[in-house]
């Protein structure tokens, strides 16, 4: 299993948008708490992209290695 650049960027922006929601929620900024959670979400799409991304290529590449390629 090798993680792609899409999954690394995903859960970058995943833990980043948390932590903006989180610090806009401790300090009472709502822009900043919708921000991350915005963030947040984008990151989770994008993370989840990279997996399906991933198993398709690996699913590909054990159909060749089954036809001995």
Partial sequence: MRVNRDEVKGKIDEASGTV???????????????????QRASGKIEAGFGKARRKVGEAMKDAGDKLGR
């Avoid at 903006?20 to 915005?38: I, Q, S």
């Fill in 20 to 38: 903006k929601e989180n610090v806009g929620r401790a300090t009472g900024d709502p822009v900043l708490e919708e921000k991350g959670a915005d």
